[in-house]
């Protein structure tokens, strides 16, 4: 029986171990399967980060690529910007130059540009711009009418980057001078200059064209009309050599091209400034008594753009006295004093309130405007009384008694 015991825990021990041994196989196998697969996962998993690798170095050289571009790009703008700017000083000097005058720029003079003149000047106007400049400085500069900037290059308006860099909220007139052989063409723009616009910039509109003398045009009957209404330190002397012509069309010139920008001027406060004296006819008398006739008595304002229609309506009476109307002139002062019983008489027009009412209202406003009334009055009574017109000698009589006695 011991034998037989032994027999079988022997076989049953071999079977064990046969079991053990396949056991241990499929162990080893499935742990190559599993090293194999974790192979592969690694593999795999490399493979994708080498690929996101590849991808972010494309990604990445693709980006300092542009990036180097847009450098360039922006370089080239800049080179391109600073040589076109209207300005050599480049973006937002001006800006800051007017800044030091005042920290309200709004509350500035008006800004008049005059920028370098386009096309290419004849012999004929060698030194016009600076004539211009000159004149302009002489005429509205010294009355603190204008801030007069012209260190500048060509410039073409509407311009965006000038507006936002430099102009943007301050009022600004560009006065552009144009050479077209024997022909000047002034054209004027800018921004913020109608309060009530909705657009801020005012495109550049063709006012005026300025053609040169004719040889033989200076004579001394010329000469002397031009320097009937001139006063003696700007009075021409007459030209005798080929120098002294040119000499006397630039000056020529600029006076009219000076005239044109006062009348803007004198548009743009009367519009923004009550009892503004204007400056027009100070400086078209620079050209002439002839001159005078070629512009509108209001200067082409509408009266519903005035601030001040009563003052303005005084000076354009003053001009149509000038030029021997002086039937208009009362007419426009009885206008005038209709104004200041009610602002809606400059829109509506006659019938007028009564005399007493006017009268009045005269008594009733401030010196200066008395002053002028007074003086014009006066002037259209003497007018009056050299043309022998007893009805209108009455009827500004009648006016002046008014006023007196209100």
């Not at 693709?62 to 790009?73: M, P, Q």
């Not at 005269?362 to 405007?369: H, I, P, S």
Request: net charge negative; aromatic share 6%.
């Amino acid at each position: 029986m011991l034998g037989l015991g032994s027999a079988a825990q022997a076989a049953a021990s071999i079977f064990n171990t046969r079991a053990q041994i396949a056991a241990a196989a499929q162990a080893r196998t499935a742990q190559h399967r599993f090293e194999r697969a974790q192979a592969a996962d690694r593999f795999g998993h490399e493979r994708q980060l080498e690929a996101v690798r590849e991808l972010r170095q494309r990604d990445l050289a693709e980006l300092e690529a542009r990036l180097r571009r847009e450098n360039t790009l922006l370089a080239i703008r800049d080179k391109t910007v600073f040589d076109t700017y209207p300005l050599e000083e480049g973006p937002g000097h001006l800006r800051q130059s007017l800044s030091l005058l005042s920290p309200d720029l709004s509350a500035l003079p008006l800004v008049v540009l005059l920028p370098r003149f386009h096309g290419t000047p004849e012999p004929h106007w060698a030194g016009l711009r600076q004539a211009v400049a000159d004149a302009l400085r002489r005429q509205l500069s010294a009355d603190g009418l204008v801030l007069l900037y012209d260190a500048m290059r060509p410039l073409s308006w509407p311009h965006a980057g000038f507006y936002w860099n430099d102009l943007y909220g301050i009022p600004t007139m560009i006065v552009q001078v144009a050479f077209a052989r024997d022909t000047l063409d002034v054209s004027l723009g800018g921004c913020h200059l109608r309060p009530r616009s909705d657009a801020p910039a005012e495109p550049m509109r063709s006012v005026y064209r300025h053609r040169l003398a004719r040889p033989g045009h200076w004579t001394e009957e010329t000469i002397a009309e031009l320097n009937a209404s001139v006063p003696a330190g700007y009075r021409l002397a007459m030209p005798e050599t080929e120098a002294d012509r040119v000499g006397v069309n630039i000056e020529v010139a600029a006076r009219s091209v000076t005239a044109v920008a006062t009348a803007a001027v004198d548009a743009y406060y009367l519009g923004n400034r009550a009892r503004y004296r204007q400056r027009f006819d100070g400086s078209v008398a620079m050209l002439g008594r002839a001159a005078l006739p070629e512009w509108p008595y209001d200067l082409g304002v509408a009266i519903d753009q005035v601030v001040d229609p009563a003052f303005h309506l005084l000076h354009v009476a003053a001009r149509q006295l000038d030029r021997g109307r002086s039937d208009l002139a009362l007419a426009t002062v009885r206008e005038s004093l209709a104004v200041l019983v009610h602002p809606d008489y400059a829109l509506v027009g006659a019938p007028y309130p009564g005399l007493s009412q006017s009268a009045a209202a005269v008594a009733g406003t401030d010196d200066e405007y008395r002053a002028r009334l007074a003086a014009l009055l006066d002037a259209i009574a003497a007018r009056a009384a050299e043309d022998g017109a007893d009805k209108l000698a009455a009827e500004v009589a009648e006016i002046t008694t008014a006023v007196r006695d209100a």
